[in-house]
Each structure stands twice: as C-alpha cells, then as structure tokens.
C-alpha cells in the first residue's frame, strides 16, 4: 500500500510542487521579513494572501498598517526578490481585510478580547431608515467591530484610573 505522499507526488506535477513549497516558505518568513525592517507588529496585522501574476498581495486589518507597509514597500519587495527569486515577484500589493485575520492573537490581544467579551455590550436605538437590520452584512461586522474597539478602550482607560 502507497503513502498518500507518493500518491500525490505522482498526481501532482513537480513544478506545481516546487510552487506550493515556495509559496509555503514564503508565507513562513513573513514575520522574520517584518522583524527585519522594523515592522514586526505588523505580522500580527497583515498576512500575505495571494501571488498572482508575479504580484504579492499582502491583506491587512486597518488601512493605517497598509500605510505602514507602504513605507517599507521597496525594501519588502527588494527582500521577497533576494528570497524567493524562483518566484519573479515583481511588485507587492495591499488590500483592506474584509474579516478578521485569523492569526493566533497575542498575549496583549488576548487579553484585550477577554476585556471585550466581559463587558456589556451597550445597547444602540436608531429610528432612522438606515436602521442595523437595513445594514449590509459587512458594514455591519465593520460598526460591530468598532464598537468593541470603543467599549474595549473605555474599558483600558478606567483600569488605569
């Protein structure tokens, strides 16, 4: 009987191999990358998603970490370059998440989200047209969002007072 390794290594052609390794390898190093050049929060923020026609896509949580990446825009690309020249990345892009990034929070985060799942979550009344329940699912994860971003931070700021 044959491993499922030597089954897929005979289904899948070894170029389509060496890309995944190489895609793989490249999306390990992003927090090393980041660390490099003086951005590691940033790997908690962002992630890379896709590399399409030589292209790297890097998704983040909140455009202010987009602009954060752009400043080090030349020096990432010159990096992704050195590392993966197998690849012919030849620029690298940003997108604002439409969902959380997945990512194993933080010790800090951690404790910030246990913060915002204790507190009551305030209650809203609107009589407008543009009421929650008109609202587009995304815009609502998004208002959601900030308002225990909001309830989050009030709560910091009366356990330092």
């Known amino acids: 009987m044959k491993k499922a390794g030597e089954l897929l290594?005979?289904?899948?052609?070894?170029?389509?191999?060496?890309?995944?390794?190489?895609?793989?390898r490249l999306c390990a190093c992003w927090r090393t990358i980041t660390a490099k050049h003086r951005i590691a929060?940033?790997?908690?923020?962002?992630?890379?998603?896709?590399l399409d026609r030589h292209i790297l896509l890097i998704e983040t949580d909140h455009p202010?970490?987009?602009?954060?990446?752009?400043?080090?825009?030349?020096?990432?690309?010159?990096?992704?370059?050195?590392?993966?020249p197998d690849l012919l990345i030849n620029g690298v892009?940003?997108?604002?998440?439409?969902?959380p990034l997945?990512?194993?929070?933080?010790?800090?985060?951690s404790e910030e989200q246990g913060l915002a799942e204790s507190a009551e979550e305030p209650k809203i009344e609107?009589?407008?047209?543009?009421?929650?329940?008109?609202?587009?699912?995304?815009?609502?994860e998004t208002f959601k969002r900030l308002e225990q971003h909001i309830i989050l931070r009030n709560?910091?700021?009366k356990k330092r007072t």
Do not use: C
């Not at 202010?64 to 993966?84: A, D, M, N, S, Y």
């Open 9 to 24: 290594s005979q289904i899948i052609d070894g170029k389509i191999l060496s890309a995944v390794e190489g895609h793989s």
């Open 41 to 50: 929060a940033a790997a908690d923020h962002a992630r890379i998603v896709h």
């Open 64 to 84: 202010g970490w987009i602009q954060i990446l752009q400043t080090k825009q030349r020096e990432l690309l010159h990096e992704f370059q050195r590392g993966f």
């Open 93 to 99: 892009s940003f997108r604002l998440s439409r969902k």
């Open 102 to 109: 997945t990512d194993i929070p933080s010790a800090d985060e």
């Open 126 to 140: 609107t009589t407008t047209p543009y009421a929650a329940e008109k609202m587009d699912g995304d815009l609502r």
């Open 155 to 157: 709560n910091m700021s």
